[in-house]
């Protein structure tokens, strides 16, 4: 065997080459276009939500108001940005070391070997796969693997927002924040009668934990190559491939059973933006921001509507009617 199929190979440069590229194939293949599913969606509701108000939040305390619009445009764009980010750290991980042999010398490899095996390889899977910058890294070092799964893992954060937004947004129906209603994909609690979960959110937060857990193993692995070799390409390999299958399937189940069905609940979304005191600060231009901050104070302690905290402390009534108008204060910057 050592004299046949092993011939010209060793297993220091076929073994990661082999890692690399299930790790291309499965990225390129599978979670980029699930990843591109996801945009869609967040897209696609975006754009339906555009003209929906709501309170802002900061530190989970009430803001200016914001639209439901905004913020799928920004988790839209979060992952957008993730996309972009693995899709930069593919750059590195097709380029694989095969034809390194024992330490990256080539010794016992014909000098076309590589060039040629990765044209095949090329041809084969249709997935561009380059030579290294040099064999000595390429063989001594995983770093281009540790790269990607730190792409996976801002990834991995950035659906941990959205969906704990998401499913923040959902809570209720009475008692929580209520400005979202999200597809019911359960009877309901297994002892409280018509509660319903947010699942599929949940289990996007899990899988987000478990990828960023891989990360740390893979980067305590990428840590531990001595010399000419990295030995830990087991480990390596195995929580990368994971974590890129569980964002695949993730993504996918976040958009189409999540995603695409969320409603809007107008109501809820209405009466948050409505009563958010911090509409005040679309009156620092005209009042200062002290006044606005002594008629916040008196509006929260007293229990009062702003307005005639506002009235009361000598605020033109017609000022205030066209300055705290809530569809112009969300937009800010934005065209109405």
């Known amino acids: 065997a050592n004299d046949d199929v092993n011939f010209g190979q060793s297993s220091n440069d076929v073994f990661p080459s082999a890692v690399h590229l299930a790790a ?7 979670l980029l276009p699930a990843l591109k599913t996801l945009e869609r969606s967040l897209g696609k509701k975006a754009r339906s939500f555009k ?49 390194g042999t024992a330490t990256g010398t080539g010794l016992n490899t014909h000098r076309q070997f590589a060039k040629k095996v990765r044209r095949e390889l090329t041809k084969e899977t249709g997935l561009k796969i380059d030579a290294p910058a040099h064999p000595f890294e390429a063989q001594g070092n995983r770093d281009s693997l540790v790269e990607l799964s730190g792409a996976l893992k801002v990834l991995a954060v950035s659906l941990t927002k959205i969906a704990n937004d998401i499913a923040l947004m959902g809570s209720g129906p009475r008692a929580g924040i209520g400005e979202l209603f999200l597809p019911e994909l359960q009877k309901g609690s297994s002892i409280m009668p018509g509660k319903v979960n947010p699942v599929i959110p949940e289990v996007v937060l899990q899988v987000a934990a478990q990828v960023i857990g ?123």
């Open 24 to 30: 291309l194939e499965m990225t390129t293949n599978e």
């Open 214 to 336: 891989n990360d740390t193993a893979i980067t305590i692995g990428g840590m531990q190559g001595q010399f000419e070799l990295n030995v830990r390409i087991p480990l390596i390999g195995r929580n990368l491939i994971q974590s890129i299958h569980l964002l695949t399937t993730s993504s996918t189940l976040f958009a189409e059973k999540c995603i695409d069905g969320i409603e809007p609940n107008r109501a809820g979304a209405a009466a948050s933006a409505g009563s958010t005191l911090a509409v005040a600060t679309a009156l620092n231009g005209a009042i200062g921001y002290d006044k606005a901050a002594a008629i916040v104070k008196e509006a929260t302690a007293s229990g009062r509507p702003l307005r005639d905290v506002a009235l009361a402390q000598g605020v033109d009534a017609k000022l205030y009617d066209e300055t705290i108008n809530l569809r112009v204060i969300a937009a800010g910057n934005e065209e109405v």
């Open 51 to 99: 003209n929906i108000v709501k309170a802002g939040r900061t530190h989970l305390m009430d803001a200016v108001p914001v639209t439901l619009g905004q913020e799928f445009a920004g988790y839209e764009t979060q992952i957008a940005l993730a996309r972009e980010r693995i899709e930069a750290a593919l750059i590195h991980v097709r380029q694989i070391p095969l034809g």
